[in-house]
């Protein structure tokens, strides 16, 4: 008789012990592709949320990146419209957005609240971004009267009690170290979904913030590409063929994604962990309870002839038939939930920081779904092994005898 029908057959022995153990099987598997499916797709939001808010690359003059400035664009990009045209032509660059941070006071006459803002192109600027800067009310356009348009954060918004067509002044510190002040008038109010950033948080456009500052530098350049894949070797090829600027990909920026993958990691981690030990002593009593019941069996094979390995072998057939069995359910349970999620709606509460929550989706990944299915099977068939190595090596008076 075919090793693998006796070995199904034997799991059929005892139907309702069996099925328990699968079911068992079935939902670890399954937990456990659900939960790396929804890290996943947390890692790939967090990773494209920081590429697109730095940029796949940032390119800054030499001192930029390393060294504090004591005077505002002290290591200012001078040369960018130039570097701009030559980064267009490069293949996988979709835009290339100039870039100038500032820092001052925002006044609306009664009260004045310190900034932090961003010099850039508005509408490209929100079309890269996308979700990750959201229009709360007004327009990106520039107001209908001839003062420079700004974008406020939300929460500083509400501090000035300013609205779209609100009247404000910026004063900064210039390149000279004086100070000058420029009037402007609320285009919209954004939200960026960090509650920190958006108290203090300021766009508008290069002009106004070069003149703000009296100068005809750029802070950065953020390069975006077709992909977010294609960075390692863009940014490689543009180091290469320019030394005279810093190119920094968007990884050695993102601080808050490697932090919560560590976090994740860990915690996926041990969920993991336990899940498989609940698989493996579920799996291990069941056919230890099987070993007990058929030990005079175990003796009449051992008088016939039978290895103590073929033994083994046997009740390793079971345990990963059982494994086969829960990984293929699990597998189908998991692959159901990550269909119907989607339209279901549901969101995951606002992460620490974050004013703003973000959709509960599970993402498929063919590797994952192997290795945790061969996982399964490989913990299920342990687990036999386990139980049945003892009751093998008996003796086969002893096996005979077994009451």
């Known amino acids: 008789m075919n090793a693998w029908l006796l070995a199904w057959r034997n799991v059929l022995r005892n139907r309702r012990r069996s099925l328990v153990t699968i079911l068992i099987a079935t939902v670890g598997c399954a937990a456990v592709l659900v939960a790396s499916g929804f ?13 697109k808010e730095f940029g796949h690359i940032t390119i800054g003059a030499k001192d930029y990146f390393t060294r504090d400035e004591e005077t505002p ?7 960018y419209r130039a570097l701009t045209a030559t980064l267009a032509k490069t293949a996988h660059v979709e835009r290339v957005l100039p870039r100038v941070a500032l820092s001052g006071l925002i006044s609306n006459g009664d009260k004045s609240v310190i900034f932090l803002g961003i010099g850039a192109d508005i509408a490209a600027e929100a079309a890269v971004r996308g ?8 327009s990106l356009g520039a107001p209908a009267n001839a003062l420079p348009p700004v974008l406020l954060g939300t929460d500083l918004a509400k501090s000035l009690n300013a609205q779209p067509g609100s009247g404000l002044t910026l004063l900064a510190t210039t390149t000279a170290g004086g100070i000058n002040a420029i009037d402007v008038q609320v285009a919209g109010i954004v939200s960026t979904g960090w509650r920190e950033v958006d108290k203090r948080l300021v766009y508008t456009d290069v002009p106004t913030a070069q003149h703000l500052l009296m100068t005809e530098r750029i802070s950065t350049l953020s390069v975006y590409l077709d992909s977010t894949d294609s960075t390692p070797a863009v940014v490689g090829q543009l180091a290469a063929a320019d030394p005279a600027h810093v190119y920094k990909p968007w990884w050695e920026q993102a ?8 976090i994740y990691n860990r915690i996926f981690g041990l969920l993991g962990l336990i899940i498989a030990t609940l698989v493996f002593f579920s799996v291990a009593n069941t056919l230890a309870m099987a070993v007990v019941e058929r030990t005079r069996e175990i003796g009449t094979l051992r008088a016939l002839g039978a290895l103590p390995q073929e033994i083994v072998a046997q009740f390793l057939r079971e345990g990963a038939l059982i494994g086969l069995l829960g990984a293929a359910a699990g597998t189908l349970l998991a692959g159901i939930v990550v269909l119907v999620l989607p339209h279901l709606g549901m969101e995951m509460p606002p992460p620490p920081g974050r004013s703003v929550g973000y959709p509960l989706l599970v993402i498929f990944s063919l590797p994952l779904y192997l290795s945790v299915d061969a996982i399964i099977v490989v913990l299920c068939a342990a687990a036999a092994w386990f139980a049945s190595r003892k009751a093998a090596q008996k ?4 096996a005979l005898g077994h009451v």
Request: aromatic fraction near 20%; glycine fraction near 8%.
């Open 39 to 51: 890290a996943l797709y947390t890692y790939d939001a967090l990773r494209e949320g920081a590429a």
């Open 73 to 79: 664009m002290q290591y200012g990009l001078s040369d």
């Open 131 to 138: 979700p990750f800067l959201k229009l709360e009310a007004g």
């Open 255 to 262: 601080f808050y994604y490697y932090s919560v993958r560590a």
């Open 395 to 398: 003796s086969i008076v002893e």
